[in-house]
């Protein structure tokens, strides 16, 4: 099993940064699983933000995140990490951590290929 917990969020203005962490432990997991972040507002799908691949780091990111958004993982501590900047309201949402192994290019985006999710953090962009 493999247990991941979020943290980081809260309430920031406009233009403003956040930076979200995923803790992930158990003992099935290791620097082959793909970590990535999730968010879902109300009324609206969970979609992808961003991902990162296995040990060499490759990423991934929606094209709302690109230019804004940076992942990151700390193999040795097992966490990965979203640096979030020039937020916008739109933002708004809870933000999830989610995780399996191996997972490729194709499969990113998807939710259901993933077997491992944190509880979330909310991230609120508002004056």
């Known amino acids: 099993q493999v247990q991941l917990v979020e943290s980081g969020g809260g309430l920031v203005e406009p233009g403003g940064s956040l930076t979200l962490s995923c803790a992930a432990s158990?003992?099935?997991?290791?620097?082959?699983?793909?970590m990535a972040w999730f968010r879902q507002s109300p009324g609206r799908e969970r979609e992808v933000v961003a991902a990162?691949?296995?040990?060499?780091?490759?990423?991934y990111y929606a094209d709302s995140a690109k230019g804004r958004f940076t992942v990151s993982r700390d193999n040795a501590k097992n966490t990965a990490t979203l640096h979030l900047t020039s937020l916008k309201p739109e933002d708004t949402a809870i933000y999830y951590c989610?995780?399996?192994?191996?997972?490729?290019?194709?499969?990113?985006?998807?939710?259901?290929?993933?077997?491992?999710w944190g509880q979330g953090t909310q991230v609120t962009v508002s004056s």
């Open positions: 990162i691949f296995r040990s060499y780091g490759r990423s």
């Open positions: 158990g003992r099935a997991f290791s620097s082959s699983y793909t």
């Open positions: 989610a995780a399996d192994r191996q997972l490729i290019l194709s499969q990113i985006a998807t939710m259901t290929s993933y077997n491992y």
